[in-house]
């Protein structure tokens, strides 16, 4: 008998209440039988665990559960004998009693024995996993404060790095904000009044703050989260979510659940009816749920949690009533002196008016900033170095910005339009065009790289200044993520942030001109299908270069024919498990970067891959959260296309040399990166045949177990990432022949045995990262021959082994990764 058939039944729960009555009934089986439900006791909640966990079980433990099915059955079976049994049946019953005795000695004997031994060896299993787990975690942890040092496109490889000072400022700004330093005694005041409302009332459940955009109400909630008091109260159970205009409230909903649980794992596609928020737990937890930038009552109500103990802090430009939230804080401007040190902050890099500096003319400025946090800090920003002629210009320009309308959001758009005026004509473009990516959400540097090279016809040096320009004016903030950006960063490791409001200002000032007329045709926010506006204008072509969807699911008949004769950038935001593509697409004769990302908590399936068929001009080509299509056969070869980005997508077998001819479809491809692809066991052999590759990223790929074994026919391979693949064990030895290889990373392969011994044949490599490389304890006698080897990242354990290869090498630098402990990534 299986033991699973065993488990599926009750033999042990029947074998239990016939003991019982054995007790009531037969004296002489009446110790033993105790003694049995005793033991049953103890044995039927292991029962009920491996019952309902329906874990595998190695062969032995199989076999002895096995045996104690067996055991257990026969103990029911006796059982009934023994019910069955008269009492004037003396020599029945000493048998039937002697049995008894045997079969507790079996159980007992299990218990005390296997049992006690199968215990053991799982806690010692468990303290093994644990301690691997822990320790993974703690060196995944030492990537965080290294990973973008210092990104030095443009300024040569010894300098300071634009992006690592970019970075450095936005979190001296950020420290700025957090202390409320520069933000005065309104602010202060407002923060003791918000704290009181969360952790002095607790007849309070939701409570809110409110003010328009750009008055500091997610700076103060935020400085809330890091308040010591505050997270004392809640134990530090704090959970901060985006809310935005158009969310996905099934994936917000089920996030919030998965943070109160304490687990993760729980996602949209797990069914979470209403009432589960409230279900009526009897253990009070303290936890605080903050959601910010909320737009509307039934959304809000959706995501509010009615748990004992749970209370929701709600951050929202406009005020809320009861019974929805019980007290809402209202966020008042910046007086004065409070605005004048924040904008000094900004302009001069002091919190007061430097000695010696025009003060009449700075608090004109200053005044028709109308105490607005952002305002302050962009158009502060914007006159920084510049001269007191601008300055007067700059004043009579706001002076001269007389609200369109009676709404204040307008009126902060139209004064902070003045920082954008006066940037120069290619920086200012590359700040429009971020309006085209959905609120709220980080933006991939790559592909904000690939779109100003392809539309502004500037080199990728001069896109990533821009860049660093925008973010030293407070246009947008640069966002660390968990790699290293030296002069071998790929930018999809990189992000960028912009604050709604000067994403509006994007909108707003793309916006102007007719819908046919724009140069950026944008969604301002995730809608059931195309505009209206757009919809009544399909009579006549659109000139805009760049096209931005953002809907949910989109079916064929979701879609209009449209004609856009000069675009050259479609970006398709969406939410949903399937997808049809636009038959526009067809009518982009110009397009070059095409950008596809999902936000679904599932990969999506494209439908209507005609569109491929015919992009002869595509330059880029970005897929996020998709399962990768297997293109037509009709497909014409992809001339012009450059780069290749697949990032959490499902590969399935659409690479496969009998599905693709990836030389013939891509001649001319020279950077292919798959990041996150969870089900790519092995690259195509086919992907040896691409001679223009330059560089190859597959990084994060938990289950690729081999890489091609003619990988060093990619004779113009300069860079090769293969980071944080845990089931890579070798590298082929043909990688020993990519004589232009200048970087190569292995970081986080943890099951990485060694390097190719033929690894001096690397002429031009001149960095190896392989931190967190536990197995690699030995180098190649060859490693001394790769005289361009300039720098070495590794652990302190085999540090060593490259301090001798330093002798041979005298400009090696081998730096030793460094600790971090920060685990903020994790959320992400």
Known sequence: MAVTDFFAGEIATELLKNLVKICRKSVLCKRTAEQLVTSIDDLLPIIQEIKYTGVELPPPRQRHLDALSETLVGGRDLARKVSNSGRWNVYKNLQLARKMEKLEKKVSGFLNGPLQAYILADVHHLRFDTAEKFDRIENSTRRLEQRLGAVNIGVGREGAGWYEEAVRRAEEEERCEGNLVNLGIGM???????????????????????????????????????????????????????????????????????????????????????????????????????????????????????????????VSRFKFTPPVINCTYELELLRENEAVALFCHAAFGQNAIPSGSNEKLIKQVVDECKGLPLALKVIGASLRDKPEMFWTSAKSRL??????????????????????????????????????FPEDKKIPLDVLINIWVDLHDIEEEDAFAILVELAEKNLLTPVKDARYGDIYSSYYDISVYQHDVLRDLAIYLSNRENVNQRRRLLMPRRETGIPKEWERNIDKPFNAQIVSVHTGEMREMDWFSMEFPKAEVLILNFSSSEYFLPPFIDNMPKLKALVLINYSTSNAVLRDLSVFTNLSNLRSLWFEKISVPQLPETTLPFKNLRKISLVLCKINTSFDDSVVDLPHLFPYLSELTMDHCVDLTELPPSICKMNKLESLSVTNCHSLRELPTDLGKLNSLKILRTYACPSLRRLPPGICSLVWLQYLDISQCVNLASLPEGIGGLKSLEKIDMRECPQIRNLPKSAAWMRSLRSVICDEEVSWLWREVERSIPDLCVQVAEECFNLDWLAE
């Open 399 to 436: 002076s001269r910005s007389q609200p369109i309308c009676e709404s204040h959001e307008i009126h902060l758009l139209e004064r902070m339009r003045l920082s954008i005026d006066c940037l120069p004509e290619k920086v200012r473009e590359c700040f429009l065009d971020l309006g085209s």
């Open 188 to 314: 202060d005041v407002a923060k003791r009044k918000v704290k009181e409302m969360v952790i002095g009332k607790d007849d309070f459940r939701v409570v809110g703050i409110c003010g328009i955009g750009g008055s500091g109400k997610t700076t103060l909630a935020r400085e809330i989260c890091r308040d010591d008091e505050v997270r004392s109260y809640f134990n530090n159970r704090i959970f901060f979510l985006t809310v935005s205009q158009s969310p996905n409230v099934e994936q917000l909903r089920s996030k919030i659940w998965g943070m109160i649980l304490g687990n993760n794992s729980v996602d949209s596609s797990d069914t979470i009816p209403p009432c589960t928020l409230q279900y009526d737990f009897r253990i009070v937890v303290k936890t605080l749920v903050i959601l910010d930038d909320v737009w509307s009552i039934p959304v809000l109500e959706q995501l509010i949690v009615k748990i004992p103990g749970c209370k929701t802090l709600v």
